[in-house]
């Protein structure tokens, strides 16, 4: 084990000091790399102090002296680690990433602490025993049934050899982890593509060349010059409208073989490692194979249940694909593109195609959604919603300059919370739009407020212009926002965002809803320039046009949950040889290659960044089934923002966090189970 930095002290560490900023936000002005190993040895030291003492409590196990006890124990340990977990995605440095490298393992470890801790789990197990006998009130029964298979699922029942093999396999697990994270980061801030002159630019909209002179401008390429990156607010504009062929291939490329490169970012070897140890992991809680385990903590409850929805899916979406490429098809002979058609021309051509069919130009509407009128759209719709507000807070000592923060508060003006949103790309942010948090709501101490922070990465511009599709991830990510504001559960256990994988997406992708609601788009939708409103005309376009090319999506995202189901549905002890085990299962499957994959194995980090959507991609479209019909319940309204159903919503979805089986949470919201036929109506794949 490293030795921590001997010069610098429990006095002079800044994060083991008490954190005297307003809102108690960590000391980010204060706070360096160096800190952290020495600040972490600190913490973890205190953490087991304060385990073995619930542990070793000469008193029967009582919910109060064991589970509240331990909810809210590691107090320090926690705070460090969310302000560690949150900079090393968002605002990372050489520096930062070794450190990182050296803790993964050890963090790992000190959790092994806690879920391998035998007279811990023995007095969690003897309440779990007598749990009916106990009179807990359904919040303390529902934390209670968690620890326990928290603790089952981190190998508290395994002994001897196999618990000390679990705790080593966890271990390796995190290292490995951590280095296919860092390859994709690495890969991606390794491409850069300038634009030389005009036959570079030709086809790109003036918002697009404006946000490629900005980043040509950030990389220090000099005055008038243009580049793109590998972030999907660059990329994927150039891809749809780019007339360079040879270009848009040079891009849909690199993006599509991150981590797939021989030397030392070949992620490609650390997956087949991460694959193997997940199947000894599985192998030693006795399951057959890991999505198994996975699945045992999901709705979903078996792999059968997850490929019967992506079945329902897939096959439908195939054969409406075959429609849409004749017409693509057609499109590129008009223009004298080649035929048949590739997986780079696809984007391209279907801009093409939509602005035919339906007079829709993304470069025309871009114009109407500036970054900051889209936030006061999200927060307006939060306030007719939830009775919420949100008040800016200028002054205090962020991470970046580019992170903002609102108060957020009731009506009557009390506190719910602080919300920070970092919104543009940088090389020292990963790719990719996530929700997390500096401190989650509880009822300790009176009641802990959460901080929460949205990061997206949009092309930084002036103004910063969104598609409606970045619009849509905008609202896709403060949904989670609000799933960790609104919280009110009395233990962090089950408070905010800690709830079932598949039942984590449905507050999110439901929230994306009203991203097109006409009346948030008459009020927020205005010109940059002009401040005109979105126009009727444009309006009914952007909503007669909102199934165009959804095969295509459909596709794009189903193909890689199905390829994640059945990597992780081979039985433990297989070998798995990652890039051909993908081309196997692309040929199986029949995925289109003018389609592709969002996502590929080398650079899923979904999967392989750590495990949470491991076996688990699957669940933006089990939520969204949840959500369409969810959002249904509105339309049966007659109002979009109907005070009765605004209200059950925030009762049972919004502010329950984990403190109710979900399929129970989602009947007691909508009355019934839910429904797969609004999902496939809104995706056009019903006949």
Known sequence: MNAPDSTVTTANNPLLREWLAPYGLPPFDQARPEHFESAFEVAMAAHRVELDLIAANPEPATFANTLQALDQCGRLYKRIELLFSNLTVSDTSPALQAVQRTMAPRLAAHENVLYLHAPLFGRIDTLYQRRRQLG?????????????????????????????????????????????????????????????????????????????????????????????????????????????????????????????????????????????????????????????????????GNTAAVMDLLSQAWEPAKARAQQDRTALSAMAASLGEPTPIAAWDWRYLAEKVRLQAFALDDAELKPYFTLDNMIAAMFDCAGRLFGLRFVEQQGLALYHPDVRAWEVQRADGSLIGLFLGDNFARSSKRSGAWMSIFRSQSGHDGGALPIVINNNNFAKASPTLLSFEDVKTLFHEFGHGLHGLLSQVRHERLAG????????????????????ERTVLQRHARHFQTDESLPDALLDKLQAARRFNQAWATLQYTGPALIDMALHSLPNGTAVNIAAFEAQQCELMGVPSDIGLRHYLSHFQHLFSDASYAAGYYVYMWAEVLEADAFDAFRESGDAFDAATSQRLLRHVYSAGNSQEPAQAFRDFRGRDPQIEPMLRKRGLLG
Not at 136 to 150: F, G, K
Not at 507 to 512: A, D, H, R, W
């Open 136 to 300: 807990l009130d359904p919040q303390d029964l529902r934390l209670l049934e968690r620890l326990h298979l928290d603790f089952v699922r981190a190998g508290a029942q395994l002994n001897g050899q196999a618990r000390l093999r679990y705790g080593a396999v966890v271990q390796e697990l995190a290292a490995q982890c951590t280095a296919f994270s860092q390859n994709v980061l690495a890969d991606e801030n390794s491409f850069l593509l300038e634009l030389k002159g005009e036959s570079d630019l030709v086809g790109l909209p003036e918002f697009l060349r404006e946000a490629t002179r900005a980043v040509a401008a950030q990389c220090g390429l000099g005055d008038n010059t243009h580049a793109v990156t590998l972030s999907p607010s660059l990329a994927d504009p150039f891809l749809t409208f780019s007339a360079r062929r040879d270009l848009r291939e040079t891009v849909w490329r690199a993006r599509s073989l991150r981590g797939a490169h021989a030397g030392a970012t070949d992620n490609r070897p650390i997956a087949t490692r991460i694959m193997a140890l997940r199947q000894e992991q599985a192998a030693l809680l006795g399951y057959a194979n890991y999505a198994d385990y996975e699945l045992v903590d999901r709705m979903a």
């Open 497 to 516: 965002t800690n709830v079932l994988c598949d039942y984590v997406e449905l507050p999110s992708q439901l929230f994306e809803n009203w991203a097109l």
